[in-house]
């Protein structure tokens, strides 16, 4: 049998493994799908963070405001090389996540004010079976849920794979206290102090990424504390716009650094 042959015969067995590898680079989902059947919820996210597109999903989807921490990825478990046009960047290692749960979201504004309290209890029990399951998957970083007196939920990243290969606890960089002037500001002002404060505090940079300018730009809020919790002001800087915002809190891989977005919903 010639070389021709060959190279026919394996064209003939395995024709779709060229396209197979083209749809593996570029298989992430522009957004998480959440569906609701027999009493279900059903969420299917693709991407480098499936955890934070999930979560992303569910507030536009219900209202609800939920703000994401990612750990640091520094280990090469949890990155891999992402293709774009000018170049490879390292993304971390994120793919498919799926998981089924008891849908009991309730949040017709109708309701009663008992229904809203339920409510808010469902929620963090449907988040809850959320983070649970995604540290049982294979992608990168742990995460833990953080509840606020006011009963906002905050998903941080507490762990990750360390240089040896296992998974280490981290120190939550909104956890740390930091002092804030008590001043008129506004509120990009505030925000980009916070980002300087705890850059200072947590030995890794943080800058202030996308906002709503047009909001934050022209607010002006007395916020300050003395060895407050970042998260703690940063949450009363995005109380003081009068509008559903939310956090996300962006670790780098390429640039070591994180990225605070805050967004608004719609």
């Known amino acids: 049998m010639n070389l021709l042959s060959v190279r026919l015969i394996w064209l003939a067995l395995f024709p779709i493994l060229p396209g197979f590898a083209q749809s593996t680079a570029h298989s992430y989902m522009k957004r998480a799908e959440v569906t609701v059947d027999s009493g279900k919820t059903r969420i299917v996210a693709n991407s480098p963070r499936p955890l934070e597109q ?19 990825y520094t280990s090469p478990v949890d990155l891999i090389d992402a293709p774009d046009q000018q170049k490879t960047t390292r993304v971390p290692a994120g793919g498919s996540f799926s998981v089924e749960i008891a849908d009991s979201a309730k949040t017709d504004s109708a309701k009663t004010d008992s ?134 809190l962006i670790f780098d891989p390429e640039a070591h650094c994180y990225f605070l977005n805050i967004h608004g919903l719609l």
């Open 54 to 72: 999930a979560l992303d999903a569910l507030q536009q989807k219900y209202g609800w405001i939920i703000n994401y921490e990612d750990p640091r």
């Open 115 to 248: 229904d809203k309290t339920v409510s808010a209890k469902a929620e963090e029990k449907m988040l809850r079976a959320i983070i649970e399951a995604y540290n049982r998957s294979q992608n990168p970083g742990r995460f833990e849920i953080r509840t606020s007196a006011q009963g906002e939920v905050d998903v941080v990243g507490a762990a990750a794979h360390d240089a040896k290969g296992g998974i280490s606890q981290q120190e939550v960089l909104f956890d740390l206290p930091i002092a804030l002037p008590s001043k008129e500001r506004t509120l990009v002002e505030t925000a980009e102090l916070i980002c300087q404060q705890l850059t200072e505090q947590g030995q890794v940079t943080v800058t202030l990424g996308v906002y709503p300018r047009s909001t934050l730009g022209h607010t002006p809020v007395t916020i300050g504390g003395a060895k407050a919790p970042a998260r703690d002001l940063l949450r009363q800087c995005l109380q003081a716009a009068k509008r559903k915002l939310y956090w996300q």
